[in-house]
């Protein structure tokens, strides 16, 4: 039962991650982003800095997550979060919508809980299969 609870706490948290990003509310993804975190995109691969940076610039804006699918697994100080998503996002300045299948890494640091990584696939079956 402790693990059911745990998985609905990394589950809520990345949803209020998506919420973050959405708002661009760099101090609360600042805290959720490890040090040492690890960001896959479409375009490349970066570290926090450059993740926080293009959040904060605007290079991306990630409008709107629609999450069709969700599963976490716990396997010691580690979570592993896989979201079936819709993405609406602002990329150059072009508005896009991308079907991305997003793994997230999630590590336990004391009793808090960071992200150590964030990555996009893109999926390339019909959205709602």
Request: aromatic share 8%.
């Amino acid at each position: 039962m402790q693990n059911d609870s745990l998985e609905q706490k990394i589950i809520a948290l990345s949803k209020e991650k998506w919420r973050w990003m959405a708002e661009r509310n760099l101090d609360s993804l600042d805290a959720l982003f490890h040090e040492k975190s690890v960001f896959v995109h479409m375009g490349g691969a970066w570290d926090k800095a450059r993740e926080m940076e293009i959040i904060q610039s605007g290079g991306i804006h990630y409008n709107k997550a629609d999450i069709h699918d969700v599963s976490v697994n716990v396997i010691g100080s580690t979570a592993v979060l896989l979201n079936r998503i819709t993405l609406l996002a602002v990329v150059g300045g072009n508005e896009v919508t991308n079907p991305f299948m997003v793994t997230e890494v999630y590590v336990r640091q004391d009793d808090n809980w960071q992200l150590a990584s964030l990555s996009f696939t893109r999926l390339l079956t019909p959205e709602h299969q």
